[in-house]
């Protein structure tokens, strides 16, 4: 295996210490990616993966049998559960099941043991459920929209959030689309955040109606780029900087450089390719992200 090495001050990756039955099940039968070989991935990309994934609510994309069979959103705890991963209850919803956490890289592998495909955070952590620390602003598009088109609405969405006073991140998702993703230092509630997210998104539709929409209509988005701000709602999810996808390819969520986009597709980046991206990068193009974290100031972006 290709194995970069560490960089002064990043944490080293750790070896791994959960058992994994079965470590020679296929997951992406393409790729002849295993149970093993996606531990391998999540072990080495830990010390990158770990701030998006550690400490929050997570939803996962279970499949048992690998990408082609069946698959299953667990927001949950199950039965029989293993111990690396933490039960935490929702505050806000005292009578609800307990979601799950975890807090290390064991936790990670006991995900992997689970078939957790694909690893799907909240966007503020189980220190404080209630105040986001992300933005996540997903575009979606739609049949027939070129990938310039794309690029084009992530930086437009990047500006906008720049005149807020917000500094953006982008990454692929891994399948059709691109994700702007903000740090916040947690001071705005979810309500306040949704809504700052849908007036963004809604003066992007109201300002170029050809190329935006901010509703989910499907008759709407033939042709245009939906502007998802729903990620940004008490309890709903985007998929996790580095986590893979369950589908064909084995493309993970990848964090890039905004001059990188046009070189790319949104599934450019894979679990294969990866370790030999992390080992040539010389800079991390998200360093600066949880340095970069502002408070949202809660009153709605300027109409442009
Ligand atoms: P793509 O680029 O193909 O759109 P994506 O990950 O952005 O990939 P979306 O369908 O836009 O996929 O969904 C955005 C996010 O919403 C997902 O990453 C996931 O966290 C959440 N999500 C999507 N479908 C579900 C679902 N059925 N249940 C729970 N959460 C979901
Ligand atoms: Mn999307
Ligand atoms: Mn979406």
Known sequence: RESGPSKV???????????LTHPDRIYWPDE???????????????????????????????CPGGINGQKFFQKHAWNGISKHISQVKDPGKKAEEAMVAINDLDGLMALVQSAALEIHPWGSTVADWDHPDTITMDLDPGEGVAWEAVVAGAHEVRQRLADAGLEAFVKTSGGKGL???????????????????KALAGAMA??????????ITKSRRKG???????????GMTAVAAYSTRARPGAAVSMPVAWEELDQIGPAYFTVLNTPGRLAALDRDPWEDFHAAARPLEVKPPRRR
Not at 179 to 197: E, G, M, R, S
């Open 206 to 215: 109201a300002d170029d109606p050809e190329a935006y929409v901010a509703t």
């Open 224 to 234: 245009r780029i939906l502007i998802d701000y729903l990620r940004n709602q008490r």
């Open 32 to 62: 002849g990616i295993t149970k093993e070989g996606l531990a391998d991935y999540y072990a080495e990309v830990w010390p990158k993966i770990a701030p998006f994934i550690v400490g929050r609510p997570l939803a996962l994309l279970r």
């Open 9 to 19: 001050g990043e944490p080293k990756p750790q070896k791994r210490r959960v058992t």
């Open 179 to 197: 994700h702007v993703v903000a740090p916040l230092k947690p001071k705005a509630d979810w309500p306040a955040v949704k809504a700052f997210t």
